[in-house]
């Protein structure tokens, strides 16, 4: 992804849980699982919804840094779960580049791999997501924004309304 991206994606709570249930609604012939493998932090809320609607008790973490704000930085491991994944589901709110995804299928290659949202270059690294966006989209997860007036995207473009 470039240092600036050019669109932005505003995912409200209401739109988050939608698509979560959405996910669920794929998961839910694919299984039934062990437990769910949560990627802290983006993966924590969608974990926890389709934990409750596919009736899953147990839920681990495993934990990836990779950015910084809205910047990519080095991958670090802050937690690793243990095993090959075999009848885990791990999810995660979003696969953008595939770098952290490409960490979890090494260390849980039999784990079937979930996401809510997903862009091109991620894609081949997760088995099962609801919504792709462009390479060059930002999602603005309802976590990391806060409502504001936001400009028509014609004045964005240099063209303002009449």
Not at 20 to 34: D, I, N, Q, S, V
Not at 135 to 141: A, H, R, V, Y
Request: proline fraction near 6%; charged fraction near 25%; glycine fraction near 8%.
């Amino acid at each position: 992804m470039s240092d600036r991206p050019l669109r932005y994606f505003p995912v409200s709570w209401d739109q988050l849980h939608r698509d979560a249930k959405a996910l669920a609604w794929r998961l839910a012939e694919k299984g039934p699982f062990t437990g769910i493998v949560a990627v802290t932090r983006g993966g924590l809320v969608p974990a926890h919804i389709i934990a409750r609607e596919l009736d899953i008790r147990l839920i681990d973490t495993i934990g990836i840094s990779s950015y910084d704000d809205t910047q990519q930085r080095e991958m670090v491991v802050l937690k690793d779960k243990e095993g090959d994944g075999a009848g885990w589901l791990v999810i995660d709110d979003l696969v953008d580049t595939g770098k952290t995804g490409r960490v979890i299928r090494e260390k849980l290659p039999q784990a079937h791999f979930a996401t809510v949202y997903a862009k091109p270059s991620g894609r081949a690294v997760v088995d099962t997501f609801v919504t792709e966006v462009s390479q060059d989209t930002w999602i603005l997860f309802p976590w990391d924004s806060e409502p504001q007036y936001a400009q028509p995207i014609a004045a964005t473009r240099g063209r303002a309304a009449d």
